[in-house]
């Protein structure tokens, strides 16, 4: 696929649903369930994954962001990286600023590097957080506030680090959940001002109420949790990428005035990341 790359003169992310402008993505050129570090990644493993279908699409996907005007950035992807397509997890963009995350997992650590080259190539500075892990599945930024989960990806200390760098900016709220659900993002989305998709089996009670006194909540069901019903993606204007195949999700979200784009990327999805998952959003504009 042709990446045509446009001058990239602003960044900028206050929160998960304006409109989406630019993109970092990745083809799933060498996607494979190489380790399983995730559940639905055991699921899978004996069925593997499709190359083929899963660049159709993932093409796809591509081909939809670009026709509501969204620019796409193409990461180049390697043979020794087949988790590349989960672009979101190896950075994150909070306010005017794009961090750089520390992976955790063997399998994925040195997908920094490429998004470092990238960003430098471009001529866009960033901030590399080393030392304490945090992914950006785990990272949820909804105007002044960040919820950042904390799972066997993302450590307390990688939290107060980002709390201490955005100096009050922000207020950094850490969330704990059930490590079995990988990313924050699996289990909680924020998809308006006034909008989130919960799973609240994998969250505690306390978490559960901050989100009720805050947002509409849309629970998501065990049977769409694992397809990723959560890991939609906003691209502003209350329209919501999701797949066909999370019906109780989409109609719920249709009920509540969103118009529902489905997009059928489930050969994806089987290595344990969705919409939101294999996109790193750079600019989103009021």
């Known amino acids: 696929m042709e990446n045509v790359t446009k001058e990239i003169k602003r960044l900028s992310c206050f929160n998960e649903y304006d409109e989406l402008k630019k993109v970092v993505m990745c083809q799933p050129q060498y996607m494979n369930i190489r380790d399983v570090i995730n559940e639905t990644q055991k699921h899978f493993k004996d069925e593997g994954i499709h190359i083929e279908l899963a660049?159709?699409?993932?093409?796809?996907?591509?081909?939809?962001?670009?026709?509501?005007?969204?620019?796409?950035?193409?990461?180049?992807?390697?043979?020794?990286?087949?988790e590349q397509v989960f672009t979101r997890d190896i950075g994150f963009t909070l306010g005017e600023t794009i961090f750089v995350a520390d992976m955790a997992h063997d399998v994925r650590k040195g997908e920094e590097n490429v998004l470092r080259q990238w960003l430098e190539d471009e001529g866009i500075s960033y901030y590399n957080i080393i030392g304490d892990q945090i992914e950006g599945g785990d990272v949820i930024i909804d105007r002044d506030t960040i919820y950042i989960g904390l799972s066997n990806r993302t450590n307390q200390e990688a939290v107060n680090h980002l709390s201490e760098l955005l100096n009050k900016q922000f207020e950094v709220i850490s969330i704990d959940f059930q490590e079995k659900f990988l990313h924050l993002d699996c289990v909680f989305n924020v998809i308006s001002r006034k909008t989130a998709i919960i799973f609240p089996e994998a969250l505690k009670r306390e978490d559960i109420a901050r989100f009720s006194s805050r947002y509409d909540l849309i629970e998501v069901s065990e049977e769409e949790q694992f397809t990723l019903g959560t890991n939609v993606l906003s691209i502003g204007h209350n329209r919501i990428l999701s797949l066909p195949v999370n019906k109780s999700v989409n109609e719920q979200l249709r009920k509540r005035g969103f118009e529902v784009i489905e997009v059928d990327i489930t050969e994806i999805i089987k290595s344990g990341g969705s919409f939101r998952c294999c996109t790193l959003p750079i600019l989103r504009e009021h």
């Open 55 to 82: 660049l159709e699409q993932h093409n796809q996907f591509v081909k939809t962001l670009q026709s509501t005007g969204i620019e796409v950035y193409l990461l180049p992807y390697h043979a020794k990286f087949p």
